[in-house]
Nanobody, 123 residues
């Protein structure tokens, strides 16, 4: 059963933009307070990108994306977005949406995960 579903990945040139979406199922939405985006490049560990609280909307970003990426939410649609601008080749990775109960940069703090969406930035 897919609890979080990502969409919006694709191939883009350096400097381009993409918007990722993460839709939560009704059951998942009822059990999480925070949604985060992580990413994993080939041969590397999964790393934190950004997080947002469902209620207050407080956000946090990894230094590597601060000023370029924006995380937002639409509670009525149970959807979180990641707007990515000024993309660089080093942003190439599979992007995962994760749901949890605390705002954290740590993978294991999130109990709900999507299957990921590929983002490729060409140089």
């Amino acid at each position: 059963q897919v609890q979080l579903r990502e969409s919006g990945g694709g191939l883009v040139e350096t400097g381009g933009s993409l918007r990722l979406s993460c839709a939560a199922s009704e059951r998942t939405f009822a059990h999480i307070y925070t949604v985060a985006w992580f990413r994993q490049a080939p041969g590397k560990d999964r790393e934190f990108v950004a997080t947002i609280g469902w209620i207050g909307g407080s956000t946090d970003y990894a230094d590597s994306v601060k000023g370029r990426f924006t995380i937002s939410r639409d509670n009525a649609k149970k959807t979180v977005y990641l707007e990515m601008n000024s993309l660089k080749p080093e942003d190439t990775a599979i992007y995962y949406c994760a749901g949890g109960n605390t705002r954290s940069w740590v993978v294991k703090e999130y109990g709900y995960w999507g299957r990921g969406t590929q983002v490729t930035v060409s140089s």
